[in-house]
Nanobody, 128 residues
Framework: QVQLEESGGRLVQAGGSLRLSCAAS????????MGWFRQAPGKERDLVAA????????YYADSVKGRFTISRDIAKNTVFLQMNRLKPEDTNVYHC?????????????????????WGQGTQVTVSS
């Protein structure tokens, strides 16, 4: 099992920037990918960005491409989400997730089912 702790969420004005962090602890040696998800009320949990742990390949939702950047620090077992040019529609709770099971197989990086470990979330609020 992997424990995930997010930080960095706060109130910011539209056009501003935030950097979210997610620190993993526990059985981190078996991490294959990590991602950030958000969920609008009444909707499915959607991927914002994901990164494969060894290769560093990245995956983004169309709505954040060119504005958000996901990165990781393998030595610190931490994943980051740099959020630039924030919009009011980016307001949400951002959850960190880790895949410690599938490696190259299993559900795709965009599928929440791939990730068996989830953090409690950090609130991002973008004011207009």
């Amino acid at each position: 099992q992997v424990q995930l702790e997010e930080s960095g969420g706060r109130l910011v004005q539209a056009g501003g920037s935030l950097r979210l962090s997610c620190a993993a602890s526990g059985r981190t040696f078996s991490t294959y990918a990590m991602g950030w998800f958000r969920q609008a009320p009444g909707k499915e949990r959607d991927l914002v960005a994901a990164i494969s742990w060894s290769a560093g390949s990245t995956y983004y939702a169309d709505s954040v491409k060119g504005r958000f950047t996901i990165s990781r620090d393998i030595a610190k077992n931490t994943v980051f989400l740099q959020m630039n040019r924030l919009k009011p529609e980016d307001t949400n709770v951002y959850h960190c997730a880790a895949d410690t099971r599938w490696a190259k197989a299993g559900p795709g990086y965009y599928d929440p089912a791939r990730y068996g470990n989830w953090g409690q979330g950090t609130q991002v609020t973008v004011s207009s």
